[in-house]
């Protein structure tokens, strides 16, 4: 299957901002998403970049470069409600399966 | 609006024991599909459909089964449970041709098999 890598964990200060990288192999994928999952819960989705830059949502921007492989998360003026892990996918098989990263945990402190 | 609607939120099954986990969607998505999560490990594809009558393999489909006869509707089957199939398992939904492709989660089953 496709690889897609992400660190394991982070911490960041309230206030601030932090920058998730998410790195994957260039063949098959059309895309990459970002999701946001709370501890006991389901991944909610945050953003789909499809085209080369950055898409800003709000305190959430989400950057893509297909020729290298490589996206990132960006949250900017993080809240104590940020700490969840973070979840890169992307399409693959003709937009019929996402594959999912392992997700970086995200820890906000005050 | 239920969204994604999964059944039952907790189970224990002992070594060989069958059970079915439902999963249920009103948004009339034609795209369902089933994940488990295991820690370190991600989220990763069972099965999918993309529309009643057609089902597909994911990336761990082996010791479950699927079948979609309705648009709502996409049971995940364990026809003899195994410890190592103890899992959070999660079905998604979405419409196919979105430009997102956005997935919609329900909230999940903990599935532990002793």
């Known amino acids: 299957g496709q690889n897609i890598d992400q660190p394991t964990e982070m911490t960041a200060t309230e206030g601030a901002i932090v920058q998730i990288n998410c790195t994957y192999q260039?063949?098959?994928?059309?895309?990459l998403f970002w999701y946001q999952q709370h501890a006991g819960e389901a991944p909610t989705f945050l953003s789909y970049n499809v085209l080369d830059g950055l898409e800003e949502k709000g305190r959430f921007s989400s950057f893509l470069s297909r020729s290298k492989g490589y996206s990132y998360l960006l949250l900017k003026e993080l809240q104590m409600k940020d700490s969840a892990s973070y979840l890169c996918?992307?399409?693959?098989?003709?937009?019929?399966?996402?594959?999912f990263g392992t997700g970086t945990k995200l820890q906000v402190i005050p | 609006n239920a969204g994604v609607t999964q059944t039952p939120k907790f189970q224990v099954l002992k070594t060989g024991q069958s059970m079915t986990l439902q999963c249920a969607q009103d948004m009339n998505h034609e795209y369902m599909s089933w994940y488990r999560q295991d820690p370190g490990m991600g989220l990763r594809l069972i099965h999918y459909s993309v529309g009643a009558g057609i089902t597909d393999q994911g990336e761990v489909p082996n010791g479950y089964n699927v079948s979609r006869s309705t648009t709502e509707d996409f049971p995940l089957r364990l026809l003899s449970a195994a410890p190592s199939q103890t899992s959070v398992y999660f079905c998604?939904?979405?419409?196919?041709?979105?430009?997102?492709?956005?997935?919609?989660f329900g909230e999940g089953s903990r599935l532990t098999v002793l």
């Open positions: 260039t063949s098959g994928f059309n895309g």
């Open positions: 996918a992307g399409f693959s098989g003709g937009y019929q399966k996402v594959t």
């Open positions: 998604a939904s979405r419409r196919q041709g979105t430009v997102t492709g956005e997935l919609f």
